[in-house]
């Protein structure tokens, strides 16, 4: 038994990694520009979607598709900032309602274009085992992995030491304050649509290299990503990770202990908990409640 | 209140005319009490966000929740189809008590919630099998009944019976709007912080407003069970049910009683009659792209585009 748990942290920590990546593009597009973009999960789709076609038109690894998923997905998240932009009143609200209608356009396309079918990868390095100790994972599992830390570390590095990364947080804590300081907010804006786009395009090759697809998908990585910002808090990329760690051990706990239908209860049940509890989250500021 | 003449006639001929003169058609009618549910359902979004001032992606689960209360009720209590109908209502508001935790979230923190809390009923309605039949879901729920002679349980019968609700619907959300508490909703709009200094609860008239909502569509939700006499979780709380009363309501104009009911009606048979055949799979696509553009062109829906391209013309005569 206790063989299992374990067993079920460790893939619950592997699928954080994808996780934390959704939730981090979702977290800083919010905080640039108050937006919460609710076709985010499709980006990630669109780009699982392009690695199953590389691998199944080319006979490529899924991995060569990183480079069109990138192309592809921040050319949507552009176009869903543009198209954002064209609000002319009562943006918080009204950006809500535009972007769930983007979400259902590419979930269409999707289900237009690759049909309903569930797809996942064939490719058999990707699928193998591989074994640490005690633990089981398969090689794409831990690949991708260590792939969102690396991003996660470059996202770090990003915000705290470039130029253009602290106008992103300077934008975010206060944007009047940060037009003073000569920061072009809708240059800012563009840029942290584009880095949600990069990390949604890693985020969405992870997933097809090592589960399933399918076109709904996109809606249920959008709820999750908003659990693991609504577990996170505001403005923290720390809390982001635990959340996107926690929300993965809680999903892969369920599923080792009761049952897989269950799965996405678990994070419902987690995201009640922490509203309850802790209503700015384990790691936020104020400023959630109205 | 005051009824105006010409809305008088066209409840009289929503009444006569429509039955006399479609009700011998079966598609016909069973597209127009399709729109109507939709309209139903938009007209409970659109008050929850002209007065309530909130956007919602999760009534699914209130007109999912009210399908299985209503449904569950009449073939395991026997209670009959029309209280069952309105008890589905009250399902749906006991299923929103739930979320108002939520509340007391800001704008699109609420609307995730809300999408979030959707999921959970429809993982409930599939899990708790023992009650609700599981995914097989449940066959044979009760049909409408015949009362006074007449058998309710036909097309015209059904469409009788969601027209009545629809009327109650219009007449409650006018009742709310012109009450004292419609005056509190409408300052809260432009500043909840400045209404609440001056002594409204307005968390407590939210929620008002969300059971109002959550009401309206769980008793749509027990109408369409009894008229389609079928359930199953993917089918109650399918995203259909956010995605098409959203569509209309924007449409039409969700700041108006009017819009969502008119847009429900546009947007449900141009979609059906028209986009279904250019796209059979997937036509929902141009759904969201009418979704994009009247957001940008008009949030305010088309009827007051409407009325402003009148307006021109009165100018310019």
Known sequence: ?290 | MKMSRTGLALIAAAYIAVPLLLGSNNYVMSLVVAAMIIGGIALAWALLGNLGGMVSFGHSAFFGVGAYVSALLTMKAGVPVLAAMLLGGAGAVLASLVMLPVLRLKGPYFALAILAYAHIFKIIATEWSSVTGGSAGLASVPRFPELMGFDFSGKIGSYLIILTVLLAFVAAYRAIRASHYGIALRAMHDSEDATRVVGVNSTLLKAVMLFVSAFMTGVVGAFNVHYINFLEPDYAFSGLWVTLPIVAAIFGGYRTIVGPLAGAVTVYLVDQLVFKNLIPSGHQLILGALLVAMIIFSPGGLIPLLRKGFGRKHAAA
């Open chain 1, 1 to 290: 038994m206790l063989d299992l748990i374990l067993q079920a942290l460790y893939s619950g920590v592997l699928q954080g990694g994808s996780y934390a990546l959704i939730a981090l593009g979702l977290a800083l597009v919010f905080g640039t520009m108050k937006v919460i973009n609710l076709a985010h999960g499709e980006f990630v789709l669109l780009a699982a979607y392009m690695a199953h076609t590389v691998e199944a038109k080319l006979g490529l690894s899924p991995v060569l598709a990183i480079p069109v998923a990138l192309v592809l997905v921040c050319l949507c998240a552009v176009v869903v900032y543009f198209l954002i932009s064209l609000i002319r009143k009562d943006r918080e609200l009204n950006s809500l309602i535009l972007t769930y209608g983007v979400g259902i356009i590419l979930t269409n396309a999707v289900l237009l274009i690759w049909s309903a079918d569930v797809r996942s990868t064939s490719s058999a390095w990707m699928q193998d085992a591989f074994v640490v100790g005690p633990f089981y994972s398969m090689r794409s599992e831990l690949l991708f992995f260590a792939v969102s830390i690396v991003l996660m570390g470059a996202l770090w590095w990003w915000l705290s030491r470039s130029w253009y990364g602290r106008a992103v947080r300077a934008v975010s804590s206060n944007r009047d304050a940060a037009k003073l300081m000569g920061i072009n907010p809708r240059a800012t804006e563009i840029v942290s649509f584009v880095v949600a786009g990069i990390l949604a395009a890693f985020a969405g090759v992870a997933i097809f290299s090592y589960g399933v697809i399918q076109p709904a998908f996109g809606h249920v990585l959008t709820v999750k990503a908003f659990i693991i910002t609504v577990l996170a808090g505001i403005g923290s990329i720390p809390g982001v990770l635990v959340g996107a760690l926690l929300l993965g051990v809680a999903e892969a706990l369920t599923v080792t202990l009761a049952s897989s239908a269950l799965q996405e209860l678990a994070g419902m049940a987690l995201f009640l908990m922490v509203l309850f509890v802790m209503p700015n989250g384990l790691f936020g500021a104020a400023g959630r409640r109205g």
